[in-house]
């Protein structure tokens, strides 16, 4: 079974600074998928960025960038000048490439501070 | 763009009764999910169905069932409840045909049950 573990309940951030959200799994797959997720207080799922394991190159989407680590089973999601928006809570989650489950961690609840 | 859309958004149940969540996706995804979310504890799977006409148990099946009617419509039914079921739920959707398939989540349906 795959597990994904997000090791920080809470973190939080000031404005305009950059925060670091951490994310480790277990597999035993060689090929597979990672994604990240926002869920603002509005409840509403939103897909953040995703990496492919087979991808050396690290994923970037404007302010959102993955430090992947596929040796270390590591995928954090760092956000650069955080603003006030970007509070939510962030799941990291895991899908096999050749599977059509995703499994998700606990999540990490950030909250930018003005 | 409805996306997907899961009804009803709240609902108070007493033990023992029965109800069915619906949803429905117009994006013509073939993998269609039931999610539950609590706190601490993330989302976990209860049932998936990769295409239509099939259905599959995740983490956390007990106590539910699900019908995949069409390529657009996946409901979820307690036909017992438990306080134990006191969630928010989450219908998602993927279409997963070749690649990371990007969940759509719908708005997420709360539950308790008294």
């Known amino acids: 079974a795959q597990t994904v573990t997000q090791s920080q309940p809470e973190m939080s951030v000031q404005e305009a600074e950059t925060v670091t959200l951490s994310c480790t799994y277990d597999?035993?797959?060689?090929?597979?998928?990672l994604f990240w997720y926002k869920q603002p207080p509005s409840r509403q799922m939103i897909l953040v960025i995703r990496?492919?394991?087979?991808?050396?190159q690290n994923a970037t989407e404007n302010r959102f960038s993955v430090n992947f680590q596929k040796a270390a089973k590591s995928f954090s999601l760092k956000i650069s000048d955080s603003q006030l928006g970007d509070t939510a809570m962030y799941f990291c989650a895991f899908m096999k490439s050749t599977g059509n489950q995703f499994y998700f961690g606990t999540g990490t609840s950030l909250t930018v501070i003005p | 763009n409805a996306g997907v859309t899961q009804t009803p958004k709240f609902q108070v149940l007493k033990t023992g009764q029965s109800m069915t969540l619906q949803c429905a996706q117009d994006?013509?995804?073939?993998?269609m999910y039931w999610y539950r979310q609590d706190p601490g504890m993330g989302l976990r799977l209860i049932y998936y169905?990769?295409?239509?006409?099939?259905?599959d148990k995740g983490e956390v099946p007990n106590g539910y069932n699900v019908s995949r009617l069409n390529k657009r419509e996946f409901s979820l039914r307690l036909e017992s409840a438990a306080p134990s079921q006191t969630s928010v739920y989450f219908c998602a959707s993927s279409r997963r045909v070749v690649g990371p398939g990007e969940l759509f989540f719908g708005e997420g349906s709360r539950l308790t049950v008294l």
């Open positions: 994006m013509n995804h073939n993998s």
């Open positions: 990496q492919e394991a087979y991808k050396q």
């Open positions: 597999t035993s797959e060689n090929n597979y998928y």
């Open positions: 169905s990769a295409s239509e006409g099939t259905t």
